[in-house]
């Protein structure tokens, strides 16, 4: 019931409620956090994440997110590992991956975001 609530109060532009789903969706999208990368792969980074903008293509190869010069520039922790692999598990494979938004965070053990 709380998910039902958070889903109708949360919703930014649409909401699509689906009474009968399919047993099995052609595609899915995933939305992963800051939870399921690893923060600390971003040092050194800095400067290519932060021209990053939404919309932003990526391509994902073996747990990492690659710009178009198809550098690493970020890495899947390992709740987002598990995350994905419990839908590979299920044969679905990752096609695409968009930039939603970046963030910079200070460490408390450093001077620099």
């Avoid at 690893?38 to 290519?48: S, V």
């Avoid at 990053?52 to 190869?61: A, N």
Wanted: proline fraction near 4%.
């Amino acid at each position: 019931m709380r998910a039902y609530y958070v889903g109708l109060t949360r919703a930014k532009r649409n909401q699509y409620l689906v009474p009968n789903p399919p047993a099995e969706y052609l595609s899915i999208s995933i939305a992963l956090n800051m939870r399921d990368v690893w923060l600390d792969f971003y040092k050194g980074r800095k400067d290519m994440v932060l021209r990053l903008i939404s919309g932003d293509c990526l391509q994902y190869q073996d747990g990492y997110l690659l710009n178009e010069q198809g550098t690493n520039i970020a890495a899947l922790s390992a709740s987002g590992k598990d995350k994905l692999k419990a839908w590979t598990d299920k044969g679905y494979e990752v096609t695409s991956a968009k930039v939603s938004y970046t963030l910079a965070w200070k460490p408390k053990d450093s001077e620099t975001e």
